[in-house]
């Protein structure tokens, strides 16, 4: 499975809202959305954006059409800076305010949303995650074993994205793909879309493998980095190869281990000896990969109690507080529960 890229909407003036809720309620509409359904799509973001302006002032948007077992929706990431929420149970009461409103908001979109999550710190900012679907979800949702979840955000004034990243599981294993094109726009995007099809349809077991066969078939496009990953559900490992700077990072809330890659651009030159390095599998490792539209100085440690959240508020966290803003950037997370 991949992500295309998301869209961003910068929200600091109650002027664009009408703007905003239009494009969003388009995405719902290409995602199968009935009047009922856009409508409480209308609501979640009108909710959102006013949150933003009554309560840090401005912030942003993230935007992506979903799947899920043929099940079409849309995900929405909320993030600012201001100052926090001090006591988020008691703000998802309806009546409590702190600006003198209704004090509907919040709860407003966790009732209407199929998946709700919220994650806050004092002076850092708030992170609220709202996914709404075609059809409502059962309400029992079993946990998977293998939990993937990735932000891809083209950078600014570029329609196309240069980054990307694909996912599938075969033969006992779980394979990962994140890719960044030389550059950014079409002909990055063009770079990295050979890529991933190029794995999509790979049939090599090893991260090195993989690598050589991607750099095989992009030899007539501009070049990309790119970092293979593979999770071997029988040795209970990571296994990982990577050319160019993708930042690959596996640890927990207390520790990480940051993973090197070698120089070289996939389609025109990788090492000739290159090989995989492995880590073994403990309970409640994530992986993250970024790629250079992230600053690389960050450690999983700067967000306490978040791993209680769902995966998409971490990707929101890393890149509310990383993103370089000069160049396509994303971030993908693994989580494997066994």
């Not at 990295?192 to 999509?200: G, M, Q």
């Not at 690598?211 to 040795?235: A, C, M, P, Q």
Request: charged share 25%; proline share 3%; net charge neutral.
């Amino acid at each position: 499975m991949d992500n295309k890229a998301q869209l961003l909407f910068h929200v600091a003036d109650r002027s664009y809202f009408a703007l905003v809720k239009k494009d969003i309620r388009a995405v719902g509409i290409q995602q199968g959305f009935s009047e009922e359904r856009s409508g409480q799509l209308d609501i979640i973001v009108a909710e959102l954006c006013s949150n933003l302006v009554k309560h840090a002032g401005h912030g942003y948007l993230i935007v992506k059409p979903i799947e899920e077992k043929g099940n079409t929706g849309i995900e929405i990431l909320c993030t600012d800076n201001g100052s926090g929420i001090s006591d988020i149970r008691r703000m998802l009461q309806d009546g409590t305010s702190t600006k003198n409103t209704l004090g509907h908001g919040l709860g407003a979109i966790q009732r209407l949303s199929d998946k709700f999550d919220i994650y806050s710190q004092k002076d850092w900012g708030t992170i609220i995650l709202s996914r709404l679907y075609q059809h409502p979800l059962a309400h029992y949702i079993p946990k998977f074993t293998t939990e993937v979840k990735g932000l891809v955000i083209p950078k600014t004034g570029e329609r196309l994205c240069g980054d990307g990243f694909y996912y599938k599981q075969t033969n006992n294993k779980f394979k990962l793909f994140l890719g960044d094109g030389l550059g950014h726009g079409p002909e990055a995007a063009k770079a990295v879309d050979e890529a991933i099809n190029s794995f999509k349809f790979c049939h090599e077991e090893s991260p090195v493998d993989i690598i050589k066969y991607i750099h095989s078939t992009v030899k007539k496009t501009r070049g990309l980095v790119g970092t293979v990953v593979i999770f071997d559900f029988e040795k209970r490992e990571w296994n990982i190869c990577g050319v160019g700077n993708i930042l690959t990072k596996i640890g927990n809330f207390s520790q990480s281990k940051n993973y090197m890659c070698y120089n070289g651009i996939l389609g025109h030159n990788i090492p000739g000896s290159l090989k995989e390095q492995i880590t073994p599998y403990e309970p409640g490792q994530y992986l993250v990969l970024c790629s250079d539209g992230i600053k690389t100085k960050w450690e999983l440690s700067n967000y306490p109690g978040i791993f209680k959240n769902d995966l998409s508020i971490l990707t929101g966290a890393i890149y509310k507080d990383h993103t370089r803003n000069t160049d396509d950037s994303s971030v993908v997370i693994a989580k494997i529960n066994l």
